[in-house]
């Protein structure tokens, strides 16, 4: 079951009928923004609407699901997934183990148990930034327009000394276990991101036990991607590098398939979305690929850039001409 947007346009939007097109399935009907009528279509397949007198548009329902319903988009995702929740049920039947089985035979043998679980408790040194209603803020989560709010709910913290002194810690919990990471505060100290020592990260999904993955989908780089995409009320899953490995892969499957997923890795990537892409297209039938403008990436981005960047996302289709295209824009740099 998937969630029915003819039967929703028809039912709330005014003057809702079917129109002629190439799709052969679009209604027009009075725009929810700007109230007119006679220039607001909706495609009742992939939900994409546009208003060409208003500019009202998006490439899901569940922006147009936000505007009619007068909430947020987290909360119109939820209505969405609600309403799909039979078709969800369903595509949940199979487990992290069989995900990983599926993309990867010789990961798990039959009779095998499932990867070991990582399990690693945060610097002793941690100072949270909330705790029991006091707030202890580090001046860099300001500079970077970091709220008070997004830094309690993903439990941000920080050390004064020890093995992490002055850096951001950022803890991380998904299906395949715990860590944290910890970013450079000072812009002086190497490596920027420290993980604990002889823990990969490469199972493992940044933002997975805190953003609300009831809905479409984005995927970042980095941890400060996530969050200040949380920020915008945009989910976003961080790989934490260019790179989606198989473990985190499985992980995504465990969502249904009909999820709209986002690839908006930083702007001056050119091939590394398509990668990405092309890892994701084994299970989900919705990938798109969104661009910031140059020398913007998702962590500095506005709620405005994130916002154009997302409806302006264009679907992945596979073709070779799209890692062609890229390698063009890549060289044309260098000369």
Known sequence: M?????????AQLAGARPVASRSGNELTAVCPACGEYGAFYVNADSGAYVCFKCEFRGRSAVGLVAQVEGV???QARTYIFRRS?????????????????????????EGEDEPEQIDC?????????????KWSLPEYLKQ???????????GLGWCRDGDY?????????CPRGRSFTAR?????????????????????????????????????????????????????????????????????????????????????????????????????NHIYI?????????GKSTRRQAYEAMDGAVRWTGGHSERLRARLRKLSRRV
Not at 167 to 172: A, E
């Open 2 to 10: 998937r969630f029915d947007i003819r039967g929703y346009a028809e």
């Open 72 to 74: 947020s988009w987290t």
């Open 85 to 109: 929740v039979a078709h969800r049920r369903k595509r949940g039947l199979m487990g992290l183990a069989d995900r990983v089985r599926a993309i990867r035979p010789w990961a798990i043998k």
């Open 121 to 133: 408790d945060l610097p002793r040194e941690f100072r949270p930034c909330y705790r029991n209603g």
């Open 144 to 154: 970077r327009r970091i709220k008070s709010a997004t830094a309690r709910d993903w």
């Open 165 to 173: 002194a002055r850096r951001l810690v950022i803890p991380i919990d």
């Open 184 to 284: 450079d505060m000072t812009g002086r100290q190497w490596p920027k991101y420290m993980n604990p020592p002889g823990v990969s990260h490469s199972a493992l999904l940044i933002g997975w036990s805190v953003v609300p993955l009831t809905g479409d989908l984005a995927i970042v780089e980095g941890p400060l991607d996530s969050i200040k995409f949380y920020q915008h009320r945009i989910p976003a899953l961080a790989l934490g590098g260019k790179e989606l490995h198989d473990d985190q892969l499985a992980q995504l499957m465990t969502l249904p398939s009909d999820v709209a997923v986002t690839v908006m890795l930083d702007p001056e990537e050119e091939e590394a979305p398509l990668a990405v892409s092309a890892r994701l297209s084994c299970y989900f």
């Open 290 to 298: 969104g661009k910031l403008p140059y020398g913007v990436d998702p």
